[in-house]
């Protein structure tokens, strides 16, 4: 990886559209320098000559992997959620090495009212090490008092997020000292696991290999759309006023 120059290829490369692998070329004749492939774009060229070492069976073999993952990975989502109709999708994969991560909730900076389901696969050849601690809506409820956090009811629950990860547990500069109760878990190469990464704190401890697959599904479409993440937000907004909540 260190061999790209160019910065944005590399930062793209080390989170990619996993479409990339086997959507970002077609083949070609070969004439003796394009090795029969014809690339859309940087990142995709990149993919061959760095990731793939300029090694055409490697690169198809590797092609030829992502589209089957990718294929299992929409079956999986099918066969799990069969009335979820996912409006937006997002397809990616992680080659980077990430170590002794702050633990945390996803925040993805998007306002709209939607579900997430979010499918892992571990595909390096070591275990992915996560720490999993308090749900957001948990921890949020021991804090709620002494924080003042009836401030954030109405808002994006992003805002919440913000506070609760940065301010109360001081964000990446505060990586591992946090006071949370931890669970860990090692995803064994090969694994997949689901979760909706706002609800779910989790903390990577290491991993180097893997696919990230995020889908947005609206409320309606889910077997129980009160279960969603900002209904479950405000839920304990009103409860934390003394408001009936719905079970
Ligand atoms: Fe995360």
């Not at 690339?39 to 000559?49: L, M, Q, T």
């Not at 009811?153 to 000292?177: E, Q, S």
């Not at 689901?194 to 947005?216: D, K, N, T």
Request: glycine share 6%; aromatic share 12%; proline share 3%.
């Amino acid at each position: 990886m260190h061999k790209i120059e160019d910065d944005t290829v590399r930062r793209k490369l080390k989170k990619m559209t996993s479409l990339t692998f086997f959507q970002g070329y077609t083949n070609v004749e070969d004439d003796g320098q394009n090795n029969g492939f014809q690339f859309n774009d940087a990142v995709s060229r990149a993919v061959f000559e760095v990731l793939c070492n300029s090694d055409k069976s490697l690169f198809q073999r590797a092609s030829r992997a992502m589209e089957d993952a990718h294929k299992v990975t929409l079956d999986l989502f099918a066969t799990c959620f069969p009335n979820y109709n996912y409006y937006r999708s997002i397809p990616s994969i992680r080659i980077t090495e990430t170590l002794f991560e702050n633990i945390h909730w996803d925040n993805h900076q998007i306002e709209d009212d939607f579900q997430q389901v979010r499918i892992f696969c571990n595909l390096d050849q070591r275990p992915r090490i996560w720490n999993v601690s308090h749900n957001f809506v948990t921890y949020a409820r021991q804090l709620y008092k002494e924080h003042d956090l009836g401030r954030f009811a109405g808002k994006d629950p992003n805002l919440l997020n913000d506070y609760i990860c940065g301010n109360v547990l001081g964000g990446t500069r505060n990586a591992c000292r946090d006071p949370l109760p931890k669970h860990t878990i090692a995803f064994e190469p090969g694994e997949i696991w689901f979760g909706e990464s706002r609800m779910i704190s989790h903390q990577i401890l290491y991993g180097e290999r893997a696919m990230v697959y995020m889908f947005f599904v609206r409320p309606e479409d889910m077997l129980t759309g009160r279960n969603r993440f900002n209904q479950r937000v405000e839920d304990l907004h009103r409860e934390m006023r003394g408001e009936v909540v719905a079970a």
